[in-house]
């Protein structure tokens, strides 16, 4: 049975070396570099004529536009629509990297860390430089939440910093660990179905068993695909509702 592990290791295309640093052209920068261009013609190709009858692609990028609009309505609010294009491009480069990944023999970068962590990490400091520069001091009354009665302050503030400091983390790994396993998953039963095809004809009626489950988790997956890509967005709007609304 092949490797479930091999689909996620990172391979160099192009070796590069600077300095001693190995910055090399691989399968994961590949893979982004296709969303890249996919989503870019896909919304210039879509929004080149702005109809009043829109087309079908019209209507599909006015749809994903007031999708991610309406998401920064919910859950920053007014004052969000400045962050409209920063939320609309994670959302997009999450939602390719999870779709993209369905693809047989694809690449799927947002099933490692060092992607995920990066996006969260970016999220987390301009919460926080953002944060600072919009409310001054007054930012960091965030973590001693209004109603909470001093003598509670030593407890609850060490908890809120706690708190807000995980969120990186928290963020990173939902989407990381959701996308492997998922991945891990369907290779193991497409291995499963071989291994026993190879097994002459009762094997290849067995075979098939684990060939139909694998159907139904790779709709599944899609779905998850899908569903991780809003949460993702969804958290990151709602941290960074903290640097228009200390107190919510």
């Given at each position: 049975m092949a490797d479930p592990i091999h689909q996620f290791v990172i391979e160099p295309i192009i070796p590069i070396e600077?300095?001693?640093?190995?910055?090399?052209?691989?399968?994961?920068?590949l893979w982004m570099i296709i969303g890249v261009v996919l989503s870019t013609f896909f919304l210039t190709f879509s929004m080149r004529k702005r109809s009043m009858v829109p087309s079908r692609a019209q209507v599909s990028a006015e749809m994903l536009y007031e999708f991610v609009a309406g998401m920064i309505r919910e859950n920053i609010g007014a004052k969000g629509r400045r962050y409209f294009p920063l939320i609309f491009s994670v959302f997009v480069i999450v939602l390719m990297g999870n779709i993209l990944g369905m693809i047989p023999y694809a690449f799927t970068y947002t099933s490692h860390i060092v992607v995920t962590m990066a996006l969260a990490l970016m999220i987390f400091f301009i919460v926080i430089v953002v944060g600072i520069i919009r409310n001054g001091v007054e930012f960091f009354t965030l973590f001693a939440p209004p109603g909470v009665p001093m003598w509670l302050m030593p407890v609850i503030i060490p908890l809120e910093i706690m708190s807000f400091l995980t969120r990186p983390v928290t963020l990173a790994v939902r989407l990381f660990a959701n996308m492997m396993a998922g991945h891990l998953v369907l290779k193991v039963f497409a291995g499963f179905s071989v291994a026993m095809l190879s097994l002459g004809i009762g094997g290849f009626f067995a075979g098939l068993i684990p060939m139909l489950f694998n159907v139904v988790l790779i709709g599944f997956e899609i779905l998850i695909a899908l569903l991780h890509a809003y949460v993702f967005t969804v958290l990151s709007c709602i941290y960074l509702k903290d640097t228009v609304d200390l107190h919510h």
């Open positions: 600077i300095g001693g640093v190995d910055i090399s052209f691989t399968n994961s920068s």
